[in-house]
C-alpha cells in the first residue's frame, strides 16, 4: 500500500524553479442521480506542475477529464480530495483572480450586447479603468483579428462560431492575467483562424505568459507546447516534453541489400522490398548490433533514419494501453 510518505506533496524546495501550478493526488468523483448516490469518478489521483512560462498542453480523448481539471485548477469546483497549489495560493483562493485569464469550453457570452460592449462588462468585472479599457479593448481586437466596426456595430447573436471564439479569446486577456487557462480554443476556428490562435498563444508566451490548455488538435499541440500531458479515462498517463516523451520511442528505419532473409526477418519484423529491390523497414534491436550482424551476412545498408512517432501516433498508443487495462 501507499504510506503518506510516497504521495507528491504541496511542499516546495527553494532550490527548484517555483511551479506556478502545482498539484498533489487531485481527484473528482461527481455524485449524479436523483438521491446522489451514483458516482462518476472524472479525475483520479492527478499530480503535476507547471512552471513560470511555460506553454502546457492537456491533452486526452473526449470524457477523459481535461475540463474538469481546469476548472479544479479556477476554483470553479472542488475537489474530492487532494490538494493544489495555484501562484503560491491554495486552489479556489479569491486573491488570484486578478492574474488569472479563463476561455472556457463553451463561452457563455451575452447574445444581446456587441463585442465592444461584452469586453467593456468584461473589464469592468475586473474593475480596470475607463482609461484603460479604451486603450487595450482595441489593441485585444486586433490581435484577435476582430475589426473595431464588427465589434462596435454588430451584437454577439450575430457573430459566427469563429468570431465567438475570438471574442471570448479577447474576453480572456481583459485583465492581463499571468497565466492563461484555455479550454479548447482553436474549436470552431477555420485553417487560418487556428493559424491565428497559434499566433496569439505564440506572443503570450513570449511576453512571458504562462499558458495551460486542453487541445484535440494533436498538431498544434506539438508546435506549442514546451510539455504536454495525456490524461485517460481521469489517469494522468504521462507527462514531460515533447522529446521526452516522443524520444523514449525512438526507432531507426533502415533501407538495404544483400544478407541473409531469414536473419534480416528477426531484426526488422516489417521487412519488405521496396520498389528499387532494396529490402527497407523498421529495426527492432540495437543498432550497432544489426550494423555488425549485417557486415557479417554480406549484406549492405543504403540508408538509416531516426524514425519517431508523431504526437498523434504516440497519442493513441498511450489512450489504446490506457482502454487495455481496463478491459
Ligand atoms: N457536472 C458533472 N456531473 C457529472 N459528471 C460529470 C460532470 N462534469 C463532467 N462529468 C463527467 O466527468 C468525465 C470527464 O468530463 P470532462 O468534461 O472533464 O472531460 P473532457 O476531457 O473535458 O472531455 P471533452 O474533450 O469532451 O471536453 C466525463 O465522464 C463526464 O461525463
Ligand atoms: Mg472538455
Not at 200 to 209: A, N, V
Not at 229 to 249: F, P, R
Request: a positive charge.
Amino acid at each position: 500500500m501507499k504510506s503518506v510518505a510516497d504521495a507528491p506533496s504541496t511542499e516546495l524546495n527553494s532550490q527548484e524553479p517555483q511551479p506556478v501550478i502545482l498539484t498533489s493526488e487531485l481527484r473528482k468523483v461527481y455524485r449524479t442521480g436523483f438521491w446522489l448516490n451514483q458516482k462518476v469518478v472524472s479525475l483520479k489521483s492527478c499530480s503535476l506542475r507547471v512552471y513560470r512560462g511555460e506553454t502546457f498542453g492537456l491533452l486526452g480523448p473526449n470524457g477523459a477529464g481535461k475540463t474538469t481539471l481546469l476548472k479544479l485548477l479556477l476554483g470553479i469546483i472542488r475537489p474530492t480530495s487532494g490538494r493544489g497549489l495555484l501562484l503560491g495560493k491554495p486552489l479556489g483562493n479569491g486573491s488570484v483572480k486578478h492574474h488569472i485569464g479563463y476561455l472556457s469550453e463553451n463561452p457563455y457570452l451575452y447574445d444581446y450586447l456587441t463585442g465592444w460592449e461584452f469586453l467593456q462588462f468584461a473589464a469592468g468585472l475586473f474593475e480596470i479603468p475607463r482609461s484603460v479599457q479604451r486603450q487595450r479593448i482595441p489593441q485585444l481586437l486586433e490581435l484577435v483579428g476582430l475589426s473595431s466596426q464588427d465589434a462596435r456595430k454588430k451584437i454577439l447573436r450575430r457573430y459566427s462560431k469563429g468570431m465567438l471564439q475570438r471574442v471570448a479569446m479577447a474576453q480572456a486577456l481583459i485583465n492581463d492575467p499571468d497565466i492563461v487557462f484555455l479550454d479548447e480554443p482553436m474549436s470552431g476556428l477555420d485553417p487560418v483562424g487556428r493559424f491565428q490562435m497559434r499566433e496569439i498563444i505564440l506572443s503570450l508566451k513570449e511576453q512571458g505568459k504562462t499558458i495551460f490548455f486542453n487541445s484535440h488538435i494533436l498538431s498544434e499541440v506539438e508546435q506549442i507546447c514546451d510539455r504536454v500531458a495525456i490524461l485517460a479515462k481521469g489517469d494522468l498517463v504521462c507527462s514531460g516534453s515533447i522529446n521526452e516523451l516522443l524520444g523514449k520511442n525512438n526507432a531507426y528505419f533502415v533501407k538495404g541489400t544483400g544478407g541473409d532473409w531469414e536473419v534480416l526477418q528477426k531484426w526488422i519484423p516489417s521487412i519488405q522490398f521496396a520498389p528499387d529491390g532494396c529490402w527497407q523497414g523498421k529495426l527492432d534491436g540495437e543498432p550497432y548490433d544489426f550494423l555488425a550482424s549485417l557486415h557479417l551476412m554480406g549484406g549492405q545498408i543504403m540508408t538509416m533514419n531516426l524514425s519517431r512517432p508523431s504526437l498523434e501516433e504516440f497519442f493513441i498508443q498511450q489512450v489504446e494501453k490506457t482502454q487495455k487495462s481496463f478491459q
